[in-house]
């Protein structure tokens, strides 16, 4: 299928191609970063915050990958998450055919999952919340092409406690924002994810993880482009 869509820059900022966006906490970190994005989802995601394609990613990074700067993948994790294993999942894994669509692109690239998946990410790097200041542990593997390196930050200790899932938040404790989980004002401003409902908390990679990524791939191509 091919999609007519506006694939242009408005201005110098490279242009990342945010695939399985969701409601975009990946796409926000990049944006401060200094990205561009366009995300790409299968569902409608009226509160992605940026310009938005529905599509099916796999068929749209094949098509359309090349013509980005960047690409950030977050294939559904539910494959791959012990509560759906529980249930007896029935969701695609995305994760193979993913790299395969991102590796016929020839752009630099990252997939992102969650630690049931490790097994099928390639020396991924693990970023957790207390690396980067966030008061929720959230870690979230990010497996990167062979363009570029990401190194993994230290990892502090973690010495608050979790808050049980689904109950409310002690004081002093750090909250899971997973399945139903309450308190969804509290979840908007841990995760600076102010336009999003639970749904897409639930879901979202906190952009304060996106952000350090886009920086550190920006970065290091300046420093390339630069010898
Ligand atoms: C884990 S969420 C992504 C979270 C997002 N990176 C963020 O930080 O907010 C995965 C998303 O993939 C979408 N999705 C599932 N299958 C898809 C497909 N084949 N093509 C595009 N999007 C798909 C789901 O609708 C869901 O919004």
Redo the contacts with the bound molecule.
């Keep these: 299928m091919t999609h007519h869509l506006p694939i242009r820059r408005d201005g110098h900022r490279p242009l990342l191609l945010?695939?399985?966006?969701?409601?975009?906490?990946?796409?926000a970190g990049y944006v401060t970063a200094g990205f561009d994005v366009i995300g790409?989802?299968?569902?409608p995601?009226p509160r992605y915050p940026y310009r938005f394609v529905q599509?099916?990613?796999?068929?749209?990074i094949r098509e359309h990958g090349a013509a980005f700067d960047f690409i950030?993948a977050?294939?559904?994790?539910q494959h791959d998450s012990e509560c759906q294993r529980l249930r007896g999942n029935t969701h695609?894994d995305?994760i193979a055919p993913t790299r395969t669509a991102l590796e016929s692109t020839g752009r630099p690239w990252v997939v992102?999952n969650v630690a049931g998946a490790v097994p099928k990410l390639h020396t991924p790097v693990m970023l957790c919340g207390e690396m980067l200041g966030i008061e929720t542990y959230r870690h979230r593997y990010f497996e990167t092409s062979i363009h570029w390196t990401l190194t993994q930050p230290e990892h502090p200790a973690h010495v608050a406690p979790q808050a049980k899932m689904g109950r409310p938040i002690p004081p002093g404790h750090y909250g899971q924002f997973v399945g139903n989980f309450s308190g969804v004002d509290h979840a908007r401003r841990v995760m600076g994810?102010p336009w999003?409902n639970r749904d897409?908390i639930r879901?979202?990679?906190p952009?304060a993880y996106?952000q350090h990524i886009g920086k550190a791939y920006l970065t290091q191509t300046r420093v390339e482009g630069a010898a």
Excluded: R, Y
Excluded at 74 to 77: A, D, L
């Design positions: 945010d695939a399985f966006c969701c409601q975009g906490g990946a796409a790409v989802d299968i569902n995601q599509a099916d990613a796999v068929a749209f950030h977050s294939p559904p994790c695609p995305l992102e994810v999003m897409g879901e979202c990679i952009p996106t």
